[in-house]
């Protein structure tokens, strides 16, 4: 099967397609036909050789990526909840090595759920671990509820503009900060009120926030502690919380913590149902070609992108 590989770190010239021997499930695994994947920003930090590649590199080769779509080719003798031909979706072992970069993906049953009908693949591939962590973050950390001020850093992004949708679907007022020119964009996936960050510190026009979400790091992690009232909660994607805003957090009555996606077929399961029922839809703004993975990570890059990018296998 042809997967891209990178045998080193470096920069999008190291994303070589290659023919690889093509993966069996084990005892507990789906084989996945892949129809669409999704990019992250955590897939360039990887190709540079930061953050998981050491960890990657471990179990040669290093195949990027995590989020897919597609069609059960076969499964594992202990799977029960899916079969051949059945339609899925999820992000696939994360933190670990997804392996996602390839026609053909093997996953543990209970990372996966099975697709909406009426969600396309390339829909359904972009609605994995950016939707994952607005809804973990949401849901499983802060506890969200009805009535309560939401604040979400970078709500035109890709985990910003489903934690906008799964805040409105709870109830929530939600502020959103994007600069001007998407100012629409994140009206239209729910956002009550809209800040342009470079013209206005949001701590100081926002101040009674009740959830911060952070996907920026620690000066805003730490700016943020301002818009938060008395037992407010900040939770960083970024790993902005550090040792020194947590216990500046801790003198005003905040909880601030840093918090990294898992896997889990039950709460894309739970994403599935919100997608099928039109409260949550994935706003695709670029769609590549296999071939064409570097363009995917370039745009990546340019941290301009609203919502996702998919890349089509077949």
Do not use: C
């Not at 995590?66 to 051949?84: L, M, N, P, Q, R």
């Not at 962590?133 to 939401?150: D, F, N």
């Not at 500046?248 to 913590?257: G, H, P, T, V």
């Not at 995917?296 to 890349?311: F, L, S, Y």
Request: proline letters at 4%; glycine letters at 8%.
């Amino acid at each position: 099967m042809k997967a891209i590989v990178i045998t080193e770190p470096g920069g999008v010239e190291k994303l070589k397609v290659q023919d690889v021997e093509k993966p069996s499930p084990k005892k507990n695994e789906v084989l996945v036909r892949v129809h669409a994947l999704s990019v992250n920003p955590v897939d360039t930090k990887v190709r540079e050789g930061k953050g998981l590649y050491e960890k990657l590199k471990e179990d040669s080769p290093v195949i990027l990526g995590w989020d897919i779509s597609g069609t059960v080719e076969a499964v594992g003798e202990d799977v029960s909840y899916f079969k051949e031909g059945d339609e899925v979706f999820g992000m696939v072992n994360f933190p670990g090595h997804g392996k996602a970069y390839a026609e053909y993906v093997v996953a543990p049953e209970d990372h996966l759920a099975h697709k909406p009908a009426n969600i396309p693949h390339h829909e359904a591939a972009a609605a994995t671990l950016a939707a994952l962590t607005a809804w973990q973050v949401l849901v499983h950390e802060a506890g969200i509820k009805a009535g309560q001020r939401v604040l979400i850093h970078a709500a035109a992004g890709g985990v910003g503009h489903f934690a906008v949708q799964i805040a409105r679907y709870f109830k929530a007022s939600v502020i959103g900060t994007a600069s001007a020119e998407n100012h629409d964009f994140i009206r239209n996936m729910g956002a009550d009120e809209q800040i342009d960050y470079h013209a206005y510190n949001p701590a100081e026009v926002v101040m009674d926030a009740d959830i911060v979400l952070d996907s920026l790091g620690e000066e805003n992690t730490r700016n943020s502690l301002k818009a938060l009232k008395n037992g407010g909660k900040i939770i960083s994607i970024l790993g902005g919380a550090k040792e020194g805003v947590q216990e500046e957090a801790k003198k005003r009555n905040i909880e601030a913590k840093n918090y990294l996606v898992h896997s889990s077929g039950e709460d894309q399961s739970q994403i599935a149902e919100l997608m099928r029922d039109g409260h949550i839809r994935p706003h695709v703004s670029h769609v590549y070609e296999f071939e064409d993975m570097a363009e995917a990570h370039k745009q990546i890059e340019t941290r301009k992108t609203n919502g996702k990018v998919v890349v089509n296998v077949i």
